[in-house]
């Protein structure tokens, strides 16, 4: 498995999918849906509880929802706080 880097402004770990690491910009309209529909692509392989995966959900249905696609955005997200409430109800950082 490939182990994520965490993200030091160097345009790799989760937030790629998210801000551009020249400027610091989020990204929005249809540039950030195809990140976010991407990001849900590259980690929908891994197992249910990693929490790539999960932050994959929540990209998408961010992206989603920010560009004025609420029905599509309600199962993605729903499905990040599933996944997190089963996984990580008890966690004390949650």
Not at 50 to 69: E, M, V
Not at 80 to 91: G, N
Request: hydrophobic share 40%; charged share 20%; glycine share 12%.
């Amino acid at each position: 498995a490939v182990k994520e880097k965490e993200d030091q402004g160097t345009g790799e770990g989760i937030e790629k999918w998210q801000t551009c690491f020249d400027c610091g910009q989020f990204f929005h309209g249809a540039v950030q849906l195809a990140l976010g529909w991407a990001a849900w692509k590259m980690y929908l392989g891994r197992p249910e509880a990693d929490q790539y995966r999960i932050r994959g959900f929540g990209i998408l249905g961010g992206a989603l929802r920010l560009n004025g696609q609420y029905a599509e955005a309600l199962p993605m997200m729903e499905a990040a706080l599933a996944l997190t409430q089963r996984y990580w109800s008890h966690d004390e950082q949650a």
